[in-house]
């Protein structure tokens, strides 16, 4: 590396020479200029030199004497550069030696002539004069060029004396680095002859372990040979055994499957027909044992969800999903469902949620609602009295993760130390009379548990017995982008909404007729039964239904196979018929199967009236929307480019004041239309500060909008203005906020007609 080095740094003052040859030639300042840029660069490389070598433990006076070399030639070409700006200088004597002569015979041409007169009469005396001039200045410039004559032939002298100079030095040079070549090439060669000789050594050596070594795979040939014959037959077990286990695991997962549907569909019946019949008026005793019956079924329910959970975790079947939501939603959700539970038993319930925590993650909000709600439950479980509380912060905020961070205190039995290791073990409680004073299957905490890892999360307990417990769970979330919420109102059930519609009920369960039966009657609807699938094509061949409430596991024919049939004798004849399927089981294989079938609704049993109602009043604008005309199709399809819009956050401003409303809608018009005319201009001028200060001042009165996108996009140009980014680039973007914002003002008149 060194000699590389070395050799550069000659190539170096190569060019170098080079230039300093063309300045004398051409007296071009940038060969001057190019001479001392490459003499620095030189400079820098005998440094990296002197590093190389300390490091390579390399003698320096090798590095000296080069370096010696090298300032010589250098004050050699400095010493020519001289004589070349000295060369120049005679140049210019000559030059201007030259113009003098000339000068001075057309000053004497131009005194004869305005002496002319003058010169007619003193004619002789004026020509000797003029001699004497001329024969003055000629005397003077030979004496000029006899100096610079002289002065020449010393500069070409000294000239010759420092290019041969410069030659034995160059020569010196490239001998010493020949040298150090040959000394390098010479290492090289008695390296290689060293390595020859270890190679031999070595190759004797193998030979040797080759020798031995296939003796020994010949032995080893030998004992795996009789290995492999006799773990044969442990390998046969083996993968007898394995097809067994999985001929188990799948039993056991169409098992859980059959038990869940078998439990489910009657639980339908009981939690349906208890709700309906605490619609009616009843008395005191018997409104408490239905109460009962259906805190029962739910009890019950809950218990057939854990289990389906875990056979699902243990099978590896369990996804977590990754979108965007608002914790806060998920922990005010919770807090609320369980608040009922704890009145009961006269605990109180607190919830408080830290600033820190962000309005949007990334992640499954199902999964974080479950692990918080049965953490929670068990609290309200082992709480007698006292209270519960809930706080919800976060513990890190790093980049793009935020790790949020929710604690469950209460003031119940708490849990002895010794048995903290078990109580996220499966099917297990703390004490065996647990289960029979509270109740429950010990699977709780074994979910969250594995939830928690699931996601990369931990949880941690403190607990005292008779004090109380402390659960700490840690989940690292993705930050989201903001949700828009939807606003949900309370669906009230209006038996006119349902006139004329007629409903076939599929299903081989008895009790599940009946509660379908129940609800149906109470809105109305004329119905039938079917008690399978081929019953339901046969019924479906002589009447015209608008809903077909279809039940999936059915004797003789199944669900799947009954609606593609009822759907093609639909197709044939032109009908419109909406399925939906009613299933006892949560799988998403069998979802996809109705999928592909053509259902597009899918009730869980056990279901709420409420669940069926509103999939009906779904299913029934659908219906009302296929029947409209072409013309006012078109007319909706050219509306439905245009955005929502969402005006919650100005009417809660606005406090019901209509006039207060209206005057903040005319006032975004404005701002924002003059806004946008601000951006434009600072477009056209190039003025970034503009653009930033019109799209900032935009962003306020959007948000009161939510009107996200265009908030987004007006971020994206503020931020671009302030790193003045191409300008194209945010006229681009400015193009695409004008035509969202005159789609959000085409609404917002709308809007301002309808308050005056």
């Not at 209509?658 to 951006?679: C, R």
Request: aromatic fraction near 8%; hydrophobic fraction near 40%; charge should be neutral.
């Amino acid at each position: 590396l060194v000699l590389l080095n070395i050799k550069e740094v000659n190539y170096e003052l190569g060019r170098a020479e080079n230039n300093v040859r063309l300045y004398n030639v051409t007296g071009k300042n940038i060969y001057s200029e190019k001479y001392d840029e490459i003499v620095s660069l030189v400079n820098i490389e005998i440094e990296t030199l002197y590093t190389l070598a300390e490091a390579r433990h390399i003698e320096e006076r090798e590095i000296d004497t080069i370096h010696s070399l090298i300032n010589e030639r250098i004050l050699i070409w400095d010493e020519m550069l001289k004589l070349s700006d000295e060369k120049r200088y005679k140049e210019t004597i000559s030059i201007l030696t030259e113009k003098l002569k000339e000068t001075e015979v057309d000053s004497l041409n131009q005194k004869r002539k305005r002496n002319f007169f003058r010169r007619i009469f003193k004619r002789n005396k004026a020509k000797k004069d003029e001699d004497i001039n001329i024969s003055k200045l000629r005397e003077e410039i030979d004496e000029i060029e006899k100096r610079e004559t002289i002065r020449t032939n010393k500069i070409k002298a000294k000239e010759q004396f420092l290019i041969q100079k410069n030659e034995e030095l160059s020569t010196i040079l490239n001998l010493y680095i020949s040298k150090i070549e040959e000394q390098q090439n010479r290492s090289l060669i008695k390296k290689t002859d060293e390595a020859d000789y270890l190679a031999k050594k070595t190759y004797r050596w193998l030979t040797l372990f080759c020798i031995s070594g296939v003796l020994l795979i010949i032995m080893v040939l030998f004992v795996v040979f009789n290995y492999v014959k006799k773990t044969k037959v442990y390998q046969d077990a083996l993968i007898k055994a394995r097809n067994e286990a999985q001929e188990l695991a799948k039993a056991k997962e169409i098992f859980i499957a059959n038990v869940s549907h078998e439990i489910r569909s009657p639980m339908n019946a009981i939690m349906g027909l208890s709700d309906q019949l605490l619609m009616q008026n009843h008395t005191s005793n018997v409104e408490k044992q239905l109460n009962t019956v259906n805190q029962s079924a739910n009890h019950l329910l809950g218990i057939i969800n854990d289990i389906l959970d875990f056979s699902k975790i243990k099978a590896g079947k369990l996804t977590i999903e990754k979108i965007d939501f608002d914790p806060y939603d998920v922990f005010k959700e919770v807090y609320e469902l369980n608040k009922v539970l704890a009145d009961k038993k006269n605990i109180k319930l607190g919830l408080s949620i830290d600033e820190s925590v962000p309005d949007a993650i990334k992640g499954d909000p199902l999964r974080l609602k479950q692990i918080s709600l049965n953490v929670i439950n068990n609290a309200i479980k082992f709480t007698s009295e006292g209270k519960i509380s809930i706080y919800v912060t976060t513990e890190s905020d790093i980049k793009k993760f935020t790790k949020l961070k929710f604690i469950v205190e209460d003031t119940g039995i708490g849990i002895a130390k010794e048995k903290l290791s078990m109580i996220f073990d499966e099917f297990t409680q703390t004490e065996l009379n647990t289960s029979r004073d509270y109740g429950g299957t010990g699977l709780g905490l074994a979910i969250v548990n594995q939830l928690v890892n699931m996601q990369d999360g931990a949880i941690e307990v403190e607990s005292e017995l008779g004090k109380g417990s402390k659960f700490t769970i840690t989940i690292p979330f993705e930050k989201g982008q903001k949700v828009r919420k939807a606003i949900t109102e309370p669906y009230v059930i209006k038996p006119a909404n349902f006139e004329n519609l007629s409903v076939l009920i599929v299903d081989d369960e008895e009790y599940n007729r009946t509660l379908l039966k129940v609800i149906l009657e109470k809105l109305n609807i004329k119905y039938k039964e079917a008690f399978n699938g081929l019953q339901a094509v046969e019924e479906y061949q002589k009447n015209h239904f608008d809903f077909i409430l279809m039940d999936i596991r059915m004797p003789i024919m199944d669900g799947i196979e009954s609606t593609k049939q009822i759907l093609e004798l639909a197709n044939k004849h032109g009908r419109n018929v909406n399925i939906i399927a009613i299933s006892a089981t949560n799988s998403t294989t069998e979802f996809e199967k109705c999928r592909k079938a053509g259902i597009e609704k899918i009730l869980i049993k056990p279901f709420k009236e409420e669940e069926l109602v509103r999939t009906f009043a779904k299913c029934k604008d659908q219906d009302f929307s296929q029947k409209q005309s072409k013309k006012k199709l078109k007319v909706e399809n050219k509306d439905s480019g245009y955005k929502k819009l969402d005006l919650d956050e100005l009417k809660r401003l606005a406090g019901g004041d209509s006039e207060f409303l209206y005057i903040m809608l005319e006032m975004f018009i404005k701002t924002s239309t003059g806004g946008l005319v601000d951006l434009k201009k600072g477009i056209e001028l190039n003025n970034f500060d503009q653009i930033k200060d019109s799209a900032h001042k935009i962003i306020p009165p959007c948000r009161h909008l939510n009107a996200l996108d265009l908030v987004d996009l007006l971020k994206q140009i503020e931020l671009g203005a302030g790193k003045k980014k191409d300008i194209n680039e945010i006229s681009k973007s400015v193009v695409k906020v004008e035509k969202i914002l005159n789609e959000y003002i085409h609404l917002i008149k709308k809007e301002m007609k309808k308050i005056k």
